[in-house]
């Protein structure tokens, strides 16, 4: 469980933390060609992208500078090797343990209540991971947009 939870928080907390120091310091800002919760939303997509597999960004941050490429190489590091250490770890245990038979309090991963749980904590866990950032980018700028609207 702990190798798992790592791998789910190492990109997640890599997207923040690169975030995170984007805003903080003027380098970072410069790149946002946008100000404000637009500008956020560029730098928080870069970032996610970044150190989740990807490396793609918003066409308005400007990431060809030098603060953007060494912050996205060490995500996109991090993010794609750094990952593999849990994941042979978790393989490592799963090759020694006994294969001991399904018994009452087994949860079948084939009936519908597993699906439940796993969409489940697959929600929460995202929901935990990105919705206060996302309170600062887009649902901000979805509601600035709104103050112009004539009702």
């Not at 798992?4 to 890599?14: G, K, T, Y």
């Not at 410069?30 to 490396?55: D, M, V």
């Not at 593999?84 to 770890?89: G, H, T």
């Amino acid at each position: 469980m702990k190798m798992a939870s790592l791998m789910i928080l190492i990109p997640v907390a890599f997207s923040l933390a690169g975030t995170a120091l984007a805003v903080a310091i003027p380098a970072g800002r410069a790149g946002a060609a946008n100000a404000g919760p637009h500008g956020f939303s560029e730098i928080l997509y870069a970032f996610s992208s970044q150190s989740n597999n990807n490396g793609s960004a918003f066409a308005g941050v400007n990431s060809n500078t030098p603060f953007y490429n060494l912050a996205g190489a060490v995500c996109m590091l991090i993010g794609r090797y750094w990952l593999a250490i849990p994941a042979l770890a978790i393989a490592g245990s799963l090759a020694t343990k006994k294969r001991i038979p399904a018994g009452a309090g087994t949860l079948a991963t084939h009936t519908p209540l597993f699906v439940f749980w796993l969409i489940g904590v697959v929600l929460i866990v995202g929901a935990l991971s990105f919705i206060p950032a996302l309170a600062l980018g887009p649902i901000v700028e979805h509601l600035l947009m709104g103050q112009g609207a004539q009702f």
